[in-house]
């Protein structure tokens, strides 16, 4: 009695070696307690309860509990009256109503409970035996847990990963952070550590990657930043990010071991994970892998909810939403030895939510009685007052030094290393590694991965922390993790988040840092790059406008991100700001403005802006007005307006002459070539192309600034029929745009090359490529992209017999410039609609061929198509008229065919002339013999320009007209026999299906 420090010497010798004999752990923990060691007193418990469940399986008895509960309270526990069971009535009535155990116990045992989720469990060991019996090829598993904060996403997880592991699959977790947008984190944060342990020759999964894969992982994930990787800095762009983190999953799901991974609390997620998941989700990896993704659905990011929102609607995957646990099956947790009063009062509270019930059943019943219930749904912020309230009266019972730990810890993030805590606490690794032992002895944080790596128990838990600290307080530590970060040499882009929150308006050294992470990320998580320089020029306030590159940096980033609208008014706002004489900025400013107003589909504003800034020429240097000339070029091609892409582009070429600039003169010139060739000046085309080949070595080829040149080389060569050169050149150009990130062309590229292999015969890689100028179209936000890649698309399905799939595309399209009429006028390219018109025609619709064809050609003629396809689409309109019944009208575009054909250009404007004349005399049923001539002559010449899916089409045409001649039958038959070979081999199964029919209809009819 009053001698507890006497005691407290003695005691810790005898409980050392009787570590089981409760009575005397508890003299101790109440002898600490009385002499204000509670921390300390906590701790014993703590070993105590460990130990008696490592030997004997059991939790200490209910003295040792009330005891410890008493210490979390702050009671009274000196042994007197109140332990004797004496007073007034012989009863002590507790301060808290008694719960069913200790906090640390209570969690203990949720976190080897689960209870009421049997349905989702089912849905979880049906997925895992589908991944773990999947064969090899087999499609990724996608998972969706949706539920509101606190319902249970992570306990879900943490079973599914379990269950997994007892598979023998391999189980990988991350998570999105509160409070911290680095790019990519619930990726990094789950596959990094793995990977780092895994780099150990032969066992690294990294090394069945190719080089360029690597380059691209390397940019996100610091497990890959070695010397294997190139020298100096790595750059990256998404759109081959996403396809190099496929790859990577695969092969760590593939080998026969199989892949769960796991991605929680995705409503916190970054612009970046959010399309990373979009992508894997369109594009699951062939590999035995399971995708879980959990999230808040009332927080979740726009672009995460649209791509999760398609899934749903494709059937892709399947969604588990988590509702509140019944009364029943909560009472199973919480409520032991509770009043059946009090436990009503507690679940009406808590509706039913498992983690607002735990931090509940610390609240007195007076204040529960008072508390109205919690609807997570409606909470606005990420923890209800209430839980947050008791939260932070857990923390309380804590030392002076975990406290801080706990709210240093908060500052850095979901999980964090015992290292940092202790510089950014300014305290010694002892007492911060002591404080941490306290903390995870309350189960406030938990050890996880390598030895000193910890993580709060749960996000809320870290936000209440968070919120609960003062706001000065919370400036200074994220300043002084900030300084901790930059003396152990960590990125600009790691420190960001940190000094965004802790600089002060005018600190320009935090702004250029913020500045330098924006560029650093601007690659490959745009939106993150936007978002940073942005705070950049915030804390620079007025003194931005003195910075009109931090104002170019971020409209940059939001068009790259594919926010064009906010990126156009952006420049628009940076260039008030240029003075008069800032040619170079002005001129960059411009092209980039007026780039943003075409992607937007508006040709006429960029064409004035340009045209405007061209106007201006003094101070001009000739680079800038070649500049300007190219761009005006480049547009007046996109809008097929041919002649005047001729005038910019020769005014371009001598302006890149002038200024003597390799890199602008090799663009001017493949623009001329381009415009040359659009107008059916073949000889000049040819002319310029080959003066271009010749000085764009292969050193120039490889060099970032020539991508440009690349692209119109590939548009240009397939115009002229030159279609494996113009892949090679395409093929060049995608490798620049994944080695530096240039996501502006990737459409373009990527619907070249989808139009070389159609016409090649070569579907599935066609296929492919339109599906990558969509899919590229998507992250740069061009409607007008996305309508041209989409119509590529339909065209490629409709060649593979996927009519569905075309006709689908075809009515989004449709739908897309209806709405586009509605609003304005939407640019949008000829050889688009005349692929819709086509389209109309093979759905029994000539009228709206006839209209749509003639509408995208800019009238009879079909001038704004380039000179070399006229012939296609006079042909297509001949067609359409002998659907009509209209010979005369038929015979008259068949007529316009030939007149539209130049000596000089392509040999297959002959076979589409001549196969236009096959169906012509087909139709007029008197002719056989000239048809047959004809269709035979369009086969040949289509077959020595190898276009076999045209040449399968001319031959069917031959072959029924064959027929028509019984001494012919049997040629009749092998033209036909022909046909379905060459496009059954590629893939054009309807085309296929047509000549077997044609083919069964002749051989199957009498002969005369």
């Avoid at 059991?58 to 009330?66: K, L």
């Avoid at 959990?294 to 672009?303: K, L, T, V, Y």
């Avoid at 705070?535 to 939001?558: I, K, N, T």
């Avoid at 000889?683 to 991508?707: K, N, V």
Wanted: glycine share 8%; with cysteine; charged share 25%.
């Amino acid at each position: 009695m009053g001698n507890h420090a006497a005691v407290v010497g003695r005691l810790p010798d005898l409980v050392a070696e009787h570590p089981l004999v409760e009575p005397l752990a508890a003299a101790l923990m109440r002898a600490l307690h009385i002499g204000g060691r509670g921390p300390e007193a906590l701790a014993c418990f703590a070993a105590l309860r460990e130990r008696l469940a490592e030997e004997l399986g059991t939790d200490p008895g209910p003295e040792v509990r009330r005891l410890h509960q008493a210490i979390l309270r702050g009671e009274d526990t000196a042994p007197g009256r109140a332990d004797r069971g004496e007073g007034s009535g012989g009863t002590r009535r507790p301060a808290v109503p008694a719960t069913v155990g200790t906090l640390p116990e209570m969690r203990s045992r949720l976190s080897g409970l689960l209870v009421g989720r049997a349905e989702e469990v089912a849905m979880f060991d049906r997925a895992l035996k589908d991944v773990a019996t999947s064969e090899p090829g087999t499609r990724a598993h996608v998972v969706e847990l949706a539920g509101e904060p606190g319902i249970g996403k992570t306990r879900l997880l943490a079973e599914l990963g379990e269950r997994a592991r007892q598979r023998g699959l391999l189980v990988l977790a991350g998570r999105s952070v509160q409070f911290d947008q680095a790019p990519y984190g619930a990726f990094v944060d789950a596959l990094d550590d793995h990977l780092a342990s895994a780099m150990v020759p032969g066992g690294n999964p990294v090394d069945a990657l190719p080089k360029a894969a690597l380059r691209q992982l390397g940019a996100v994930f610091p497990a890959l930043w070695d010397d294997r990787l190139a020298a100096g800095p790595v750059r990256a762009e998404r759109y081959w990010l996403h396809r190099a983190v496929r790859s990577l999953l695969e092969v760590m799901g593939g080998g026969g071991q199989g892949l769960v991974l796991s991605l929680d609390d995705l409503h916190w997620a970054d612009d970046a994970t959010a399309e990373l998941i979009d992508h894997l989700i369109r594009h699951p990896p062939k590999a035995p892998v399971l995708l879980a993704l959990a999230h808040r659905p009332r927080q979740i990011p726009p672009r995460l909810s649209a791509a999760l929102a398609r899934a749903r609607a494709d059937s892709r995957m399947s969604q588990v939403g988590l509702g509140p646990l019944s009364s029943t099956d909560a009472a199973r947790l919480f409520a032991g030895d509770m009043g059946p009063g009090r436990w009503r009062q507690l679940y009406e509270v808590s509706g039913g939510n498992p983690f607002y019930l735990e931090a509940l059943t610390r609240m007195p019943s007076e204040q529960l009685a008072a508390a109205i219930p919690l609807d997570p749904s409606a909470s606005v912020r990420d923890v209800p007052r209430p839980v947050r309230d008791s939260l932070l009266a857990e923390l309380q019972t804590l030392s002076d030094p975990a406290r801080l730990s706990a709210r240093v810890a908060a500052v850095l993030g979901d999980s964090f290393a015992a290292t940092m805590v202790a510089a950014v606490a300014g305290s010694d690794q002892a007492r911060t590694l002591a404080a941490l032992d306290e903390l995870t002895a309350h189960d406030v944080v938990r050890p996880v991965g390598a030895p000193g790596q910890f993580r709060f128990r749960h996000p809320l838990v870290r936000a209440a922390v968070y919120e609960g600290a003062g706001a000065g307080w919370l400036i200074s530590a994220h300043g002084r993790a900030a300084e901790c970060l930059a003396a152990r040499g960590a990125s600009s882009a790691a420190r960001a988040s940190h000094v965004q929150r802790s600089a002060h308006p005018g600190d320009e050294k935090a702004a250029d840092l913020l500045a330098r992470a924006g560029r650093d990320v601007l690659t490959i998580a745009p939106a993150t790059a936007a978002h940073w320089t942005g705070e950049a020029l915030r804390l620079l306030g007025d003194d931005g406008r003195l910075r009109p590159e931090l104002w170019f940096q971020r409209a940059s980033a939001l068009g790259a991100a594919g926010r064009l609208r906010e990126s156009r008014d952006l420049l628009r706002a940076t260039a008030s700001l240029l003075p008069a004489q800032a040619g170079d900025m002005r001129v960059r400013v411009a092209v980039a403005q007026a780039t943003m107003e075409w992607m937007l589909g508006g040709y006429q504003q960029a064409m004035r802006l340009l045209l405007r800034e061209l106007e201006d020429r003094d101070g001009r240097s000739e680079h800038n007005i070649a500049e300007l000339e190219m761009a005006l070029a480049a547009i007046s091609q996109r809008t097929d307006e041919f002649s005047t892409a001729v005038r910019w582009s020769e005014q371009a070429l001598v302006s890149a002459e002038r200024a003597g600039d390799p890199t602008r003169l090799a663009l001017a010139r493949g623009l001329l070539a381009l415009a040359y060739a659009s107008v059916g000046e073949h000889a000049r085309s040819r002319s310029h192309l080959s003066q271009l080949l010749e000085t764009l070595g292969a050193a120039q080829s490889e060099q970032p600034e020539y991508i440009d040149a690349l692209s119109v080389i590939g548009w240009t060569e397939l115009l002229q029929g030159r279609y494996d050169s113009a892949l090679q050149h395409l093929d060049q150009g995608l490798e620049l745009s994944r080695r530096t990130g240039n996501s502006l062309l990737l459409s373009d590229l990527f619907a070249a090359s989808a139009h070389a292999h159609l016409l090649l015969g070569r579907l599935d890689d066609a296929s492919r490529c339109a599906e990558e100028a969509l899919e590229a179209a998507s992250f740069v936000g061009s409607e007008e992209a996305s309508l041209f890649a989409s119509a590529v698309l339909a065209a490629t399905r409709l060649w593979q017999g996927d009519y569905a799939t075309a006709n689908s595309i075809f009515e989004k399209l449709v739908a897309s410039l209806h709405t586009a009429d509605d609003s304005g006028p939407l640019q949008v390219r000829s050889v688009a609609l005349g692929i819709l018109g086509q389209s109309m025609l093979f759905n029994g619709d000539p009228d709206g061929c006839v209209r749509m064809v003639t509408r995208a050609g800019g009238g009879p003629d079909l001038l704004r198509f380039e000179a070399s396809t006229r012939t296609l689409w006079f042909g297509l309109l001949t067609s359409a008229e002998l659907a009509r019944g209209d010979l005369v009208a038929a015979g008259s575009w068949a007529d316009r065919a030939a007149a539209s054909v130049s000596p000089d250009g392509p040999h297959h404007q002959r076979a589409f002339i001549a196969l236009s004349r096959a169906e012509l005399h087909l139709a007029r049923q008197d002719t056989a013999v000239v048809a047959a001539r004809f269709a035979q002559e369009a086969a040949e010449v289509f077959s020595a320009c190898r276009m076999p899916l045209y040449e399968a089409i001319a031959r069917i045409k031959a072959g029924v007209a064959l027929a028509a001649s019984p001494e012919r039958r049997t040629d009749a038959l092998a033209q036909l026999e022909q046909s379905q070979a060459l496009s059954g081999t590629r893939g054009a199964h309807g085309l296929s299906a047509l000549a077997e029919a044609e083919y069964r209809r002749i051989a199957d009819s009498p002969v005369p």
